[in-house]
């Protein structure tokens, strides 16, 4: 679908502007400084805290819970909808430069999006508009997958959909879409394949966003876009001592953390610079976070 249309699908407030995708961001992009992070008295030690934080966000749904973190192996195309064109180039600099910053790879202009974040007040009708004109938009998923995302999009401030290749197995659940690859080899020590998005998309309702800060909402769908974080933790249960973004939306609304702090930079960075292939990826994950936040 062209880019045009789809911005008067999902815009039509903005279809008249000339969108365009981009990559490389400029120098700087102010990020506002996000304090140390100190364990303090009768708080569980750092090491605990951490795993507890990766164990929980890394958990794959739709894949196997031995499988690691995906991520961009294919390079970032943005394209930001939906937003004034100032807003725009904000969050697509924001987005850019935190992507490169973790070591994901970024496109060069002119390029194919491929990580599409629309801002709609009305995200029912923009999703199934969109599905109209575009029926790859869900990969393979099926009927009733679809349909459990589109149902899902009406209680959620800010909805992800990953477009996820395994290299190996194929399936969808609750928006990762896994092809099949049969190429694939497999040790005790190696996995078969590095995991690697296709493409995602993140939909901002602008109705439950509007108290949000354009800076902070930037920073959650970087935090969702980079790897494929599991949505479906329980915020308070699994990582309540953990200063991150994904708190958000938490549905105790304390604390609301001001953006990406430094446990997410740490955990995108390692992400991106751990083993892809390894199958103790997850600890070297653990470890590399433990380390930037020891320091």
Sequence with gaps: MSVVLLAALCCPDTSKADPQATSRPPE??????????DPGQGQAPLERRVEAFVRAITRNPGLSNDDPPVRWNTPI????????????????????????????????????????????????????????KDKQLFGDATSAQIRQFLETSRSQAVHVWYN???????????????????????SVFVGSAAFNFFSIFAIIDTHRTEHIALDQLADYVCMTGLTDVNLEADLEADFANAPSVLHLFAPSGEGQPSGLSRWDAAFLKAVYHSNQTSRTRRFEI?????????R
């Design 286 to 294: 653990t470890e590399r976070v433990i380390h930037d936040l020891s």
């Design 28 to 37: 700087t992009v102010p990020i506002p400084p996000v304090p140390q992070i």
């Design 164 to 186: 996820i290749d395994t290299g190996r197995k194929s399936g969808t659940h609750n928006g990762h879409f896994v092809p099949s690859n049969q190429r694939a080899e497999s």
């Design 77 to 132: 195309c943005l394209l930001v909808l939906g937003l004034s064109a100032e807003n725009v180039k904000f969050v697509s600099d924001r987005l850019s430069q935190m992507g490169a910053s973790a070591g994901a790879p970024l496109a060069q202009a002119p390029c194919q999006p491929n990580f599409i974040v629309v801002a709609t007040s009305e995200p029912d009708r923009v999703l199934n508009a969109w599905y109209a």
